[in-house]
Antibody
C-alpha cells in the first residue's frame, strides 16, 4: 500500500525557517514524481512544485519559485519542503502528493501538515 | 496559467439523486490532463477520475467523468451519504498545474 506520512503541525514566527517532511513507503520512491500542494480557505488548492527523486529534476510553480525549496533524500524515501523566512501568508495546510504514471495526476496524498505563522 | 472555474459553488441534493458538477477551463485542456478529486472535512483530497473519464482504483462506478477541450463534467448517479463532500477539478496539461475552486455537495 502506498503511503505518504507527513511531519506534524508547526507554529512559527515570521522570519523563522522551517522544513517539513513527507516519508513515502509502499512503492519505489525514486521512480515517481513527488510534490507539494498548499491549501488555504482563500485560495483553495495550489500546486507549489514537484521533484523526481531519481534524478532530482525539480519544477516550481511561478507563484512559489524562490519562496520555497523542495528536496528529497532517496536513502530514507523522504521529501522535504522548506522555507528560509516564513511570512504570515504562509499559514496553510501543506500536502505532499505522489504523481502517478499518467502524468501529474496526484494518486496519493499525505495527511497534511498545518503550518501556522504568527507573531 | 489556465484558470478552472467550477460550477455551481454549492449543490444541495438528497441521497439517491443525481449530481452534475461542471469544470470550465480558460484555455483548451487535453482530456488526458484533467482530473477530479473528492475532499471530506479534515481529510486530504482523494483522486476520483483522471484522463477526464477514467476512474481511479477503488472508485465506485456511480462516479463518471466526461468532457473535452474546455468543458468537463463529473456525474454522480444515485448519491450515497458518503458522497457529500467538496469536489475539485485539476488540469496538468499546461504548467503550472491548477485546480478549480471547488464545488461543495451538501445534503438537502
Amino acid at each position: 500500500e502506498v503511503q505518504l506520512v507527513q511531519s506534524g503541525a508547526e507554529v512559527k514566527k515570521p522570519g523563522e525557517s522551517l522544513k517539513i517532511s513527507c516519508k513515502g513507503s509502499g512503492y519505489r520512491f525514486s521512480n515517481y514524481w513527488i510534490g507539494w500542494v498548499r491549501q488555504t480557505p482563500g485560495k483553495g488548492l495550489e500546486w507549489m512544485g514537484i521533484m523526481y527523486p531519481g534524478d532530482s529534476d525539480t519544477r516550481y510553480s511561478p507563484s512559489f519559485q524562490g519562496q520555497v525549496t523542495i528536496s528529497a533524500d532517496k536513502s530514507i524515501t523522504t521529501a522535504y519542503l522548506q522555507w528560509s523566512s516564513l511570512r504570515a501568508s504562509d499559514t496553510a495546510i501543506y500536502y505532499c502528493v505522489r504523481a502517478g504514471t499518467s502524468g501529474w495526476v496526484f494518486d496519493s496524498w499525505g495527511q497534511g501538515t498545518l503550518v501556522s505563522v504568527s507573531s | 496559467e489556465i484558470v478552472l472555474t467550477q460550477s455551481p459553488g454549492t449543490l444541495s441534493l438528497s441521497p439517491g439523486e443525481r449530481a452534475t458538477l461542471s469544470c470550465r477551463a480558460s484555455q483548451s485542456v487535453g482530456s488526458t490532463y484533467l482530473a477530479w478529486y473528492q475532499q471530506k472535512p479534515g481529510q486530504a483530497p482523494r483522486l476520483l477520475i483522471y484522463g477526464a473519464s477514467i476512474r481511479a482504483t477503488g472508485i465506485p462506478d456511480r462516479f463518471s467523468g466526461s468532457g473535452s477541450v474546455t468543458d468537463f463534467t463529473l456525474t454522480i448517479t444515485r448519491l450515497e451519504p458518503e458522497d457529500f463532500a467538496v469536489y475539485y477539478c485539476q488540469q496538468f496539461g499546461s504548467s503550472p498545474c491548477t485546480f478549480g475552486q471547488g464545488t461543495k455537495l451538501d445534503i438537502k
